[in-house]
Structures are given as C-alpha cells and as structure tokens.
C-alpha cells in the first residue's frame, strides 16, 4: 500500500504560480512513476505530469508543456508541481498517482494508488 497526501492548492490570479507537493508514504518501491492528473468540473481525469524514479524521464500534456515542472526528492518521498503562468482553464482538482510501473505513464490506468486531491482554482 501507498498513501499520497497532496498540499499547496489554492486560488491564485491568471498568470501566477503555485507549487503543488504529494508525499508518499508506505510501499515506495511502487512510486517508480508519480504522476499528476487533474479533473476540472464535467470533465474527465485528465493526465497533467509524470516522472520518472530517477526524474531522469518526464512527461507532459502538451497543454502545460513550458509552464509546468515536475521534480521529486527521493529522499522524503515527494514529488513537486511547479505551475507558472497559470490559466483559468487550469481550474481542477489535482491528483497525484503512483505506479510501480514504467509504461504508458500517461494513462490512469497503470497508476495504482492516488490521493485524495487538491484544489486548484485560477482566477481571471
């Protein structure tokens, strides 16, 4: 078992930043990919970011691409979302996921373990 716990949510102005956190606790060794998907109102999950253990391997939604950045520390188990730039069309609930797989990191299905969510609401 996993347990991911998601932090720095917030309401922010169109074009400013947050950094959103996702600690991990438990089996590790099923984090070798954290990912971060986001669910807005009447949508569906979508993928956001993923990261490989090494961090040597990322991906990103063309949508983000250039605004966006994920890390992770090992070390505490954690993994970031730098978000810059931000949109209103980035309003959504953020998960963060993990996998003890390294494929299709940009589809929900290989994850095994999420948190419960953090908001994030971008105000124009």
Known sequence: QVQ?????????????SLRLSCA??????????????????GKEREFVTA???SGGNTYYA?????????SRDNAKNTVYL???SLKPEDTAVYFCASSP???????????????QGT?????S
């Open 4 to 16: 991911l716990v998601e932090s720095g949510g917030g309401l922010v102005q169109a074009g400013g």
């Open 24 to 41: 991990a606790s438990g089996r590790t060794v099923s984090t070798n990919i954290m990912g971060w998907f986001r669910q807005a109102p």
């Open 51 to 53: 990261i490989t253990r």
């Open 62 to 70: 063309d949508s983000v691409k250039g605004r966006f950045a994920i």
């Open 82 to 84: 730098q978000m810059n």
């Open 101 to 115: 797989l390294i494929v299709n990191p940009t589809s929900a299905a290989v994850y095994h373990y999420w948190g």
């Open 119 to 123: 908001q994030v609401t971008v105000s």
